[in-house]
T-cell receptor, first 112, second 111 residues
């Protein structure tokens, strides 16, 4: 089966850079996604990495190393509104299905 | 553009009562549909997913069931709710599996 590990909580100061790590164990790995969820809200898609390397979208970047079974989400120029939970999700082939499995989430707290 | 609707937004039900949560998607055809449950401060637990009308796969055996009577309609049901069924229920859709789009969720409290 799959397992994903990400820190439960990360704190940072407004304007800083923060990295949220995700390590995984799967079989038949296809890709790694990141989602953001504000308190009381629904998760929203941030990024997807299928190949090694860095994908940049504005202030957010996502990195994947397939050989290390590791990825991270990098948030730059942190803003108070970035305080939220961030989930990594792995898509792999389990039992013939391709459904993503979500990690337990990382709560990011941004301080002024 | 595509939109996803869920209702109700909040629900308080007594133990042993039935449940029906509905999810509909607009603006796309033949989406993959999903039901997730999220306990307070926890991750997303996949309950059911469907790749087509009448096709339901269950990920977690429990007292919940799902149905897909129409292409863009997904229903989560229970005949008798348990206290442990409390949580935040999220419906999602996707075309492919790389990106999922979530509905606003239903917060269920079972008393």
């Amino acid at each position: 089966g799959q397992s994903l590990e990400q820190p439960s909580e990360v704190t940072a100061v407004e304007g800083a850079i923060v990295q949220i790590n995700c390590t995984y164990q799967t079989s038949g790995f296809y890709g790694l996604s990141w989602y953001q969820q504000h308190d009381g809200g629904a998760p929203t898609f941030l990024s997807y990495n299928a190949l090694d390397g860095l994908e940049e979208t504005g202030r957010f970047s996502s990195f994947l190393s397939r050989s290390d079974s590791y990825g991270y989400l990098l948030l730059q120029e942190l803003q108070m509104k970035d305080s939220a939970s961030y989930f990594c999700a792995v898509r792999d082939e389990t039992g013939g299905s391709y459904i993503p499995t979500f990690g337990r989430g990382t709560s990011l707290i941004v301080h002024p | 553009s595509q939109t996803i609707h869920q209702w109700p937004a909040t629900l308080v039900q007594p133990v042993g009562s039935p449940l029906s949560l509905e999810c509909t998607v607009e603006g796309t055809s033949n989406p993959n549909l999903y039901w997730y449950r999220q306990a307070a401060g926890r991750g997303l637990q996949l309950l059911f997913y469907s790749v087509g009308i009448g096709q339901i796969s269950s990920e977690v055996p429990q007292n919940l069931s799902a149905s897909r009577p129409q292409d863009r309609q997904f229903i989560l049901s229970s005949k008798k709710l348990l206290l442990s069924d409390s949580g935040f229920y999220l419906c999602a859709w996707s075309i492919g599996y790389n990106e999922q789009f979530f509905g606003p969720g239903t917060r269920l409290t079972v008393l």
